[in-house]
């Protein structure tokens, strides 16, 4: 594989810093997440100034007016970002930690420590924050990183990586630790997928277009995250005031997000009074409704009759996919069928379909009587979240510092040898 | 991506195989894992009958002596197979274990379990009992297998794996958990690294042309496994008997194995008196010297240049690279540079460059003063090994039950949803 010179440098330069950072100080970490912080107020002149011309070029190409308020920066919204930094700054430092260790019968002592990754590379779409955000958390977990992010935001980004670059060597974080790829062609990306030895860990953060690019091409280890098409599985023995909270919360509390649901599975056991009042409430709130023909005959309001697709459709959007079940089995089938592994709940006063629930269904994040929302690395307690993990491998669900790390073994000895 | 009808067909059956495998009990799978023991032994005219038309194949096709060795199988072979089966049942279940569980101000219970990963391929060479060890592990953490072995032990693989299906099966084991593939061409062996959806992991075990076809070619999860270019640092403030003893031990008690030494770093401060000494060591013990010019010049029996290349080289053979350097700063960018990630040792009675290089060295395995040979799932006291990986996502170094897991959030909630 041939990769561009700029990979080449940027790869070596993280590479060199990753082993260096492996005994870099949470103190030093810390000051300067701290220093970042600051730097990015009073340099947010700077970052305005690119991002002006990141907005002033997406304009002249003709960009959708919902993008280029993604890709807007404030004043207030840069402050927000430092204050993101210092959250991260906030957190405990997992580096380190020596998990267990052991004592074998022939007297070595085996521990198994909590070390970095090495080099982290982060592939991203529009929003400039991710730059900063996902350089924090790789510094507080001693990772040096590789961003790449779009070419729509790349004056937005390369003006934050400098002033984080400046702010974080100054305190004594090793040279090479930030890096931002400046050559936004899918080629140069697709290089970078495959740069093994250079990169230790490769997460996308973005569309269903990138994420899958990124599984196709990449060689490098991967973490796949979030495409999430949830379910939300009405059984016949739940109260229906709590059903009903729930579903309109899962649904339109905020419709664009990966944890939001898209399927509400219905016990037939219930549906004669839980149909009509559940498509009057989604109705009322603005949401369409694509439903099988045994829900549509129970309501006489508006709905679209649904199609196999719609099941396998993650909306985003104000529109619910509605189908009766004939209880719990089925349900757990649908779901197992159709999920992106993402969040599933249902709603139940029966512990033994509860149970059944949460040990049948194949997701990151299985609950009962509550809202699928939950499913975040800060609603999960672990004050930061680098993105979602639909696989199973190495880390599933919310990511927070920890899926950022990888361990060691340690082991003392005095001279062991093997009979 | 086109896809054979018997990788379609095994795909589906393990991937439906794999939900029901969730729910089983350990009582089930440790009887079958009895059961399948038990048929292996009395089943075994059958292994035999197959292994000799192996056997036959290889001979006609010209293989190697050693290779027809690995191939071979006796009736005291499959009671060892058959053993390791027993051994497999022993072992504690991971599956189940909520590893944490916490509370959020909001009362959501949120749990860590640890579930199976769904569906595990592994692609392996020559020996056929590596049919019998990945099923059974595969077996006891609930996972479904998807096995693709050499096409030389083809017989022996299909033979093994139709008296463990009829075993596990009829002790109530889900139709489908365990499955080879039959047809051994690289295509259909391309094909199945490519079956996002069907497979959660796939772990290659052979040789380095098997790992770096999975590597470039698979778009499911993987984890590497195990080239081990191993270094032994002998610093000067060491005990020199103790060092003799252990690069000995390192190198020659087994050399064709990937946690062997392959390049010895002499610290200058002994050069003098330990270079004359372990280099006579090491050649009555039949090991060929490859050293750097000082090293040469300190002993006057028969060694080669070394070059670059040769510190890059694992030789699992009776030959070691040997170069003197400028204390433990050195020896460490030397490991850093040239190492596999896999494992490294120093000698030393000096406190602080034993921390260092603990700390420093970037392998799955960093010891003090003990021989590399000890990085294995047995010794390390797993009580199992499904190989020994080189990454650091997800599983790092021997891999014991726990690497064949992955983990999911369980919720409890009472009516949250999300403000």
Redesign the interface.
């Known amino acids: 594989m041939e990769f561009t010179d700029e990979l080449i440098k940027k790869g070596t330069l993280a590479r060199d810093a990753s ?1 260096k950072l ?2 870099v100080s949470t103190t030093v970490k810390n000051n300067a997440l701290e220093a970042i912080a600051a730097a990015l107020v009073e340099r947010a002149d700077e970052i305005l100034a690119a991002n002006a011309a990141d907005i002033e070029n997406a304009k002249n190409n003709g960009t959708k007016k919902a993008m280029i308020d993604r890709l807007s920066l404030s004043r207030e919204r840069i402050e927000g970002i430092a204050e993101g930094v210092r959250q991260v700054k906030a957190l405990a430092d997992p580096i380190g930690e020596v998990i267990k260790m ?1 004592r ?1 019968p022939n007297g ?1 002592e ?1 521990g198994q420590k909590r070390v970095p ?2 080099v982290i590379s982060i592939i991203y779409e529009a929003r400039p924050n991710v730059t900063a955000d996902a350089a924090a958390l790789c510094l507080k977990t001693s990772n040096a990183c590789i961003l790449r992010g779009g070419s729509d935001a790349i004056n937005s980004n390369k003006a934050i990586a400098k002033i984080m670059q400046d702010a974080a060597y100054s305190e004594g974080i090793p040279e090479g630790a930030i890096n931002i790829i400046e050559d936004t062609s899918r080629e140069t990306s697709v290089q970078l997928m495959k740069m ?1 030895g250079y990169i ?2 490769l997460i996308p953060r973005g569309g269903k277009g990138l994420i899958r690019s990124v ?2 091409n990449a ?1 490098v ?4 995250t979030a495409a999430g098409n949830c379910h939300m599985y009405v059984d016949g023995k739940c ?1 229906a005031d ?1 059903a009903e ?2 579903v309109i ?2 649904k339109v ?1 905020r419709p664009s997000v990966c944890n939001a649901i898209e399927t509400l599975l219905i016990d037939r056991e219930i549906a004669g009074e839980f149909v009509p009042r559940i498509f009057k409430a989604l109705s009322d709130n603005g949401v369409e409704i694509c439903a099988d023909e045994e829900s549509r005959a129970l309501w006489d309001g508006e709905t679209k009759p649904v199609t196999d697709e719609d099941y396998y459709t993650e909306y985003n959007d104000y529109i619910i996919a509605v189908k009766i079940v004939d209880g719990i089995d089925e349900a757990i089938a649908h779901i ?1 069928k159709y999920n992106t592994k993402h969040s599933e709940t249902i709603v139940t006063e029966d512990y033994s379909r509860a149970q059944k629930f ?3 269904v ?10 699928t ?3 975040d690395g800060f ?3 672990f004050g930061a979240e680098i993105g979602i993990s639909t ?4 880390a ?2 919310p990511m927070g510092l920890e899926a950022l790390t ?13 009979e």
């Open positions: 082993f492996a005994s052991w074998r070595l085996i990754m090495g093994n230790d860990l599984v196709e060689t280890p991967v973490v796949e109260d709590m909270k729930l919360n899962a509390q197992n949460l040990n049948e194949d997701a990151a994040a299985v609950y009962v009587n509550a809202s929302r939950f499913t609603e999960f307690g696989q199973k491998m190495h599933r669900g990888s361990i060691k073994y340690i082991v003392y000895g005095n001279g062991q040898i093997r």
